[in-house]
């Protein structure tokens, strides 16, 4: 098992340009997490989807991102019009059952620097 | 608003002795409480965990100690060894909303 698969592990971006951040959760888990990482905020909750539905977006920002989660196997994450205050490590995480309320493996994030 | 906090900020202890992580929070539905450790370039692993209903959970050289009355916890590292320097986390899981808020955590470093 290769647990929560993140890519790309770096990505940088000029002011203006999209980004798009992937996520492949383990295998037969229910539920996907997306959270943002900066050293100001900690770890702020952003999305989670159960059984690829969206549950809960109340943490996006609502004017530039967006989530996605086509099939069971990936889930994405899209920034347009990047700006520096997005740069972040955006992590994703899953969970068995489908709840936050057990286990939540997480990925080893995607560090976003917006120039 | 920060719901779950954490003191220190950093803390420095020397190998074997016990570190003590504290961490609060304000809104009396959170039920569940796991602690994450991260280490650098990594995403953060649960460590261990605690249910209101529970006033202490141990898992070897960890040990978390719950107040609910006072609405605090501690983590408790005994024996400490340089590998349990990392960045600590507590969070806490309400039913209502199905989702764990994170405190900003601690950063621990153990001195040889």
């Known amino acids: 098992n290769a647990g929560v698969i993140q890519t790309p592990r770096h990505k940088v971006t000029g002011k203006g340009q999209e980004a798009t951040l992937w996520c492949e959760p383990i295998?037969?888990?229910?539920?996907v997490f997306w959270y943002r990482q900066t050293i100001v905020q900690g770890l702020e909750f952003l999305t989670y989807f159960r059984n690829q539905a969206p549950i809960d977006d109340s943490g996006m920002p609502k004017e530039r991102f967006s989530a996605q989660m086509p099939n069971q196997s990936h889930s994405t994450l899209k920034i347009q019009s990047t700006q520096p205050q997005d740069s972040a490590v955006y992590l994703c995480?899953?969970?068995?059952?489908?709840?936050?309320?057990?286990?939540?493996?997480f990925g080893s994030g995607t560090r976003l620097t917006v120039l | 608003q920060q719901q779950v906090r954490q003191s220190p900020q950093s803390l420095t202890v020397w190998e074997g002795e016990t570190a003590i992580l504290n961490c609060s929070y304000e809104d009396s539905t959170f039920n569940y409480f796991p602690w994450y450790q991260q280490f650098p370039g990594e995403g953060p692993a649960l460590l261990i965990s605690i249910s209101s209903v529970s006033d202490k959970k141990e898992d070897g050289r960890f040990t978390i100690f719950f107040n609910k009355r006072e609405k605090k916890l501690s983590l408790h590292i005994t024996d400490s060894q340089p590998g349990d320097s990392a960045t600590y986390f507590c969070?806490?899981?309400?039913?209502?909303?199905?989702?764990?808020?994170f405190g900003k955590g601690t950063q621990l470093i153990i001195q040889p």
């Open positions: 995480a899953s969970s068995l059952l489908g709840t936050s309320a057990e286990t939540l493996y």
């Open positions: 969070a806490a899981h309400t039913g209502g909303a199905d989702r764990l808020t």
């Open positions: 295998s037969g888990h229910s539920a």
